[in-house]
């Protein structure tokens, strides 16, 4: 085995240890086991961990320094291909089910707040990627569609839901509307819709029908905030000629499967905390 590929010990004599040699191979998982007494701990902790720990400090600066107890340098001829190295302390008293890896090593605060900051929230259902768009930004990317393409910025007020939605369609046609799509087809508000109220049905609210182009922007930024504003944070671009739609939403939302999230922050990934912990196991990670 390469030296570079292991951390070769030589002479170590640290406590009840009798002058052993030993290669223990890097980036792989590493038992010592042996029967008490025989110089587990006094290899594990006493020795390497000692020994990494100590050329770590040492490589700082002499300010830092002052800040660190620096460890005895371990009884051993030679030691090499050490990294920095981290001990958990081993521990005896009663069990902590809140107890993790994380929380012993101190990096759970740590983890909680990288996660928060640059986390990027998928939904769980699934699985596509959720993200928060301004009014501005949908604005954009709607503008790089071809130019000359004709679309329809739709509000969808109602999505995938039984009822009649008499309601409904008279105070879309009382704030000016003059078309709505539902299930698929455009209908003049004026038009007798009656709908079944044991079917789903999904009514969208056509706000606007355009033509792509530099100097539309105004009116479409118009537009789809109407469109925000009516849905609830959604708005639907439906190309007129191809039929295919792109749904947009201002909110850490799912637009497919209606999911919705809070803004990232560090207590919603604490297991300690109402807002983070699983509502089944209260943050445990087993049922009682």
């Known amino acids: 085995m390469k030296t570079s590929d292991s951390i070769v010990i030589r002479g170590a004599r640290e406590h009840n240890l009798k002058n052993i040699d030993v290669e223990i191979p890097r980036n792989q998982f590493v038992v010592i086991t042996g029967l008490s007494g025989s110089g587990k701990s006094s290899l594990a902790f006493d020795t390497i961990y000692a020994e990494g720990q100590r050329r770590y400090v040492e490589s700082l600066s002499a300010y830092a320094r002052q800040f660190l107890g620096l460890m005895e340098k371990p009884d051993v001829d030679y030691i090499e291909g050490l990294s920095p190295a981290i001990s958990i302390e081993q521990k005896t008293t009663q069990k902590n089910p809140r107890s993790t890896v ?62 009649e939605y008499r309601d409904l369609l008279e105070e879309i046609k009382r704030e000016g509307f003059l078309r709505v799509r539902i299930d698929g087809k455009v209908y003049a508000v004026d038009e007798p819709i009656r709908l079944n109220k044991n079917i789903k049905h999904t009514i969208e609210v056509v706000v606007d029908r355009l033509k792509v182009q530099p100097k539309i922007r105004q ?38 499967c209606g999911i919705s999230i809070e803004e990232l922050e560090p207590r919603l990934f604490s297991f300690n905390s109402p807002y983070g912990a699983c509502p089944t196991c209260d943050g445990l990670g087993q049922k009682q």
């Open 219 to 256: 009116r479409l930024t118009e537009s789809v905030e109407i469109a925000l504003q009516l849905a609830g944070g959604l708005v639907s671009i439906q190309n007129a000629e191809t039929g295919e739609e792109h749904l947009f939403s201002e909110h850490f939302a799912c637009p497919k």
């Open 102 to 163: 994380g929380t012993v090593t101190e990096i759970y605060d740590y983890l909680r707040l990288l996660f928060a900051r640059v986390g990027h929230p998928h939904c769980y259902v699934c699985g596509d990627p959720i993200s928060r768009q301004t009014p501005q930004q949908i604005v954009d990317q709607i503008l790089q569609f071809p130019e000359g393409t004709r679309i329809l910025v739709l509000a969808p007020v109602v999505r995938g839901r039984k009822g």
